[in-house]
């Protein structure tokens, strides 16, 4: 089944913002909002759930302390507990400053990295991947709404949009919905 | 305008009173004479006092005096001279537990005072960062600054008669100040701290506590005469004095604050130094201080008087308390783990003397002002509740007078510490007068800076 998508496409984000509160008020859907920089306070007017990669990277984080911990507390103590310059190796609290060091590297580690692959497998990026860029211009100066056409009158949603100001309105069959 | 509740003011005065008691009080029972100390011994000889008296006696017997850093020395080589004489070694003991018991009073009083002395001069090198980096989220808690630097006056006069004291020998709380230890013919002689003597002798150490003092006061008294004037001004012209004053205060409180963590602390250890000291005090100041300012603007805005402080502001100064912990952990593990590993004997005293006579603060220390702030700041969402910021700041700040505890007791009182009535007596006294000078200041002009340059985006600051 063919849906239709409205692009709407303005060249002032102060402008975009409005024209984002004036759609969302009028209870029309919008798909996608693309942007060529962070328009601050887009995310608050499109009423997008905030974000929880804070919380994954807190969890990694604690993933790579458990590692460090565990792996020294092997190596060091349990599995050749060797005196080494005179280093307490009888148990790993005895020894434990010296380990401080990398019990925060890995910490880091674990949860910048793991926090990073998330961020690309959540947002769907990847080496050769196809761009989604419907409009090149969005990339550089311009920012384009796009709007689900639905079952709304045509005509009118194209009015209503050129009232918010919109540059260039541009009505795209989709070939197949996705 | 602020006025003062009249209950506040009683609140401060009670808290003085009562604190006033228990400091009197601590005086009043610390022994005068080692037959006194050998009765207190005998009567905490069971109940609370058993563990103490353990320590004490493995201590009389202990060949590890030079690890007590300060008064030891001068009892080891008295024991040393009559090694053999078990009655000498036994009186000897029983002095040396005088000498500590004598400080703890003192010991109380002087940490309690540093603690909000430290208070209100990290808020003034904040209060100056400020102005200096031209922040734009800061100017409407200026006045709260103002405020709480009302106090720096008040404390350097104190602490500076509690240094004379100590000069004149009223007390014995810094143990490089007998004269005895820098004279080669007497049996005293401590020749480490004779090599040190031309740094650390009576004079030239209080004209540094003047000069430091006096230095941080005159900035105080200018830039707030200054921010109080610019409120009439009709240019920028004292907002333009105060940024370029702050810029000098903060050179000269780096090299100050760094000489007088020398001077006002690691003297207590006479024997042992270490480079990043001036570092750690500095943030244990900061994260204190921040800690001042969050706490005192919530309860300020709770009365309704910070119209333009919102939410936005707390989480800014809550992200601050939250990085100084860790930047006051950072510098405390550097130094500690330095030393652990190296273990040289001179420098790893500090540290034996603290994990074996101070272990629960030692470490304790490290929950409450790493752990606990670290899990409670850490989200974003957290910060900006106010009643948790206040909670966490009760916790910062108890951790950061353990911290002075434990930097200043070992050298002054050795094992013979306790939280008892002189600290509890202590701290009330002091947080009673830092309340009433505090608040009494805020009273003095209005709590919203004028015409400030940045007061717009201050008042409209959102994150």
Known sequence: MASKTIHAIYNDDDLLMQAVKQVRAEHYHIEEVYTPFPVHGLDKVMGLAPTRIAITSFMYGLVGLTVAVLMMNFIMIEDWPQNIGGKPSFSYIENMPAFVPIMFELTVFFAAHLMVITFYMRSKLWPFKKAENPDVRTTDDHFLMAIDAGSHDVKKLTKFLYDTGAMEISLIENEEDH | ?463
């Open chain 2, 1 to 463: 305008m602020y006025t003062l509740p009249s209950k506040l003011k009683l609140f401060a005065i009670i808290f003085m009173v009562v604190g006033a008691i228990g400091i009197v009080s601590g005086f009043l029972t610390a022994p005068s004479t080692t037959a006194e100390v050998k009765e207190m011994m005998a009567s905490h000889g069971d109940g609370h006092g058993s563990d103490q008296s353990t320590a004490e006696e493995s201590h009389s017997t202990n060949e590890n005096h030079n690890a007590e850093g300060n008064l030891g020395d001068e009892h080891a080589q008295v024991a040393n001279e009559h090694g053999e004489n078990a009655h000498d070694s036994e009186e000897a003991h029983l002095e040396h537990t005088l000498h500590q018991m004598q400080n703890r009073p003192w010991s109380a009083l002087y940490i309690a005072c540093l603690f909000f002395l430290f208070i209100a001069l990290g808020t003034l090198a904040f209060y100056g960062i400020q102005y200096a980096a031209q922040a734009g989220w800061s100017p409407v808690l200026f006045r709260v600054m103002e405020g709480i630097t009302a106090y720096l006056p008040v404390a350097s006069v104190i602490l500076f008669v509690l240094l004379l004291l100590s000069a004149f020998h009223v007390n014995h709380i810094f143990h490089w100040m007998d004269p005895e230890l820098v004279d080669p013919n007497s049996p005293h002689y401590d020749k480490l701290i004779a090599g040190k003597s031309g740094w650390l002798n009576v004079p030239f150490f209080l004209i540094r506590a003047a000069i430091f003092l006096a230095g941080w006061n005159l900035y105080r008294y200018f830039s707030r005469r200054n921010s109080i004037k610019q409120d009439a001004a009709d240019d920028n012209s004292w907002f333009k004095k105060n940024f370029k004053m702050s810029a000098g205060f903060l050179v000269f409180f780096i090299v100050t604050e760094s000489m007088m963590s020398w001077d006002w602390i690691m003297s207590f250890d006479p024997h042992w130094f270490s480079t990043l000291f001036g570092w750690y005090v500095f943030a244990g100041m900061m994260v204190s201080a921040i800690t001042v300012i969050a706490m005192v603007s919530i309860i300020l805005k709770k009365q309704g008087y910070l119209e333009f402080v919102n939410d936005s502001h707390i989480h800014d100064l809550a992200k601050y308390m939250f990085g100084f912990s860790i930047f006051w952990t950072y510098l405390w593990f550097s130094q500690f783990m330095l030393i652990w590993y190296a273990n040289i004997p001179e420098e790893v005293t500090y540290f034996v003397t603290r994990i074996e006579d101070y272990k629960l603060p030692f470490f304790g220390m490290l929950v409450t002002n790493f752990v606990f702030p670290v899990l409670l700041l850490m989200n974003s969402d957290y910060k900006r509740v106010n009643w948790f910021v206040i909670l966490t700041g009760v916790v910062i700040l108890a951790g950061q007078y353990i911290n002075l505890f434990v930097m200043v007791m070992p050298g002054t009182v050795g094992t013979s510490w306790f939280i008892g009535l002189p600290e509890i007596g202590s701290i009330l006294f002091f947080f009673g007068l830092f309340v009433f000078v505090v608040f009494t200041a805020l009273t003095k002009a209005p709590l919203l800076a004028k015409r400030n340059p940045f007061m717009k985006e201050s008042k409209h600051y959102h994150y």
